[in-house]
């Protein structure tokens, strides 16, 4: 599978598409930053950030995206940014039908480090181990939507179980209703 | 002019369009909410919500979109959903090159109830007045979509004042910049 990962924010929106599956080396395909000029007018910042995350679809045809679950508990002034950055990239992704899925940051730490308060020297170290690259990707924006794509090729295996037995949970119900109902009538 | 006010909200987002010039009865051209289902994947939403503005920029063509500009102070809880309808209003307007406003909340009540901290009821009462409508316009969102239009028609000769003094007063600072190299050189 192929994922992009998002780490969104205004000034700096890391990206990146990591290829494979759970239980075998990853391949990093592509990674690098959308940025936005921090004086601009905030719908040009998104009209900006929509552009760059086009691309990186067009190039990367990625069959999943994976975006920063965004927290209105943390850094209170820059939050309203990321959260508006993470929904024009789910956006782009679900006008063309790509599944999204959200992780939060300490989901992302505890699947490629173990610790879900691992800092960002940690995960940028473990990305570098993952991906088998030369050296850390940099700015750390960058590193950290990587990371969010190991997650997700790391978690599907779990979530898409995780999914079907919540499907067969509700057929069952359905089917035990209907014949509930059949009784009664 | 004509304006499209949009109260943003990923279970209702108001809009409402205004024509109409400051110091002059102004008209309703229409007013609704875009709805999404709370159940529905957050990509969806957005999803969802971008295809209701589209809509209403396709019908009315508005000159500006005013915007409730969003605190991450207030309502924890919902903020973030708010924050990412906003963007995708934002977005809307900026891919077709309609200048965007923001207006806070107490602007927008003190634009047409003379007081920052007037309700919702009094709110609807002066929409419903200065619209010349039947009735108040329900939900509230709808009423607040259009009592953002009114602000920005309101505001906007003030706004563009601001807007020129700022811009000349910059040529002013170029040419002084340009006449001192001038004569140092």
């Known amino acids: 599978m192929r994922v992009l990962g998002v780490d969104p924010g205004l000034t700096r ?5 990591v290829e494979g599956v759970a239980g075998r080396p990853l391949t990093m395909v592509g990674v690098g930053v959308v940025r936005t000029p921090a004086d601009a007018e905030l719908s040009h910042r998104l009209l900006a950030v929509e552009e760059g995350i086009e691309q990186w679809l067009d190039e990367h045809r990625p069959e999943f995206v994976a975006v920063e679950r965004v927290f209105s508990q943390h ?33 992302v730490k505890a699947a490629v480090t173990g610790s879900g308060r691992a800092d960002k020297a940690q995960v940028g170290a473990m990305v570098t181990r993952l991906l088998r690259l030369a050296a850390p990707p940099k700015p750390a ?24 037995a919540v499907a067969q949970n509700r057929l069952q119900q359905a089917v035990a209703l209907h014949a509930s109902k059949g009784r009664t009538t």
Chains 1, 2 share one sequence.
């Open 141 to 164: 924006d960058a590193a950290d939507a990587l990371a969010l794509a190991i997650c997700h090729i790391w978690r599907a295996p779990a979530q898409n179980r995780l999914r079907q």
């Open 75 to 107: 850094n209170v002034r820059t939050v309203m940014g990321t959260a508006q950055a993470s929904a024009v990239a789910m956006l782009c992704a679900a006008r063309r039908g790509i599944p999204v899925a959200l992780h939060t940051p300490s989901e």
């Open 13 to 17: 929106c890391g990206v990146g598409v």
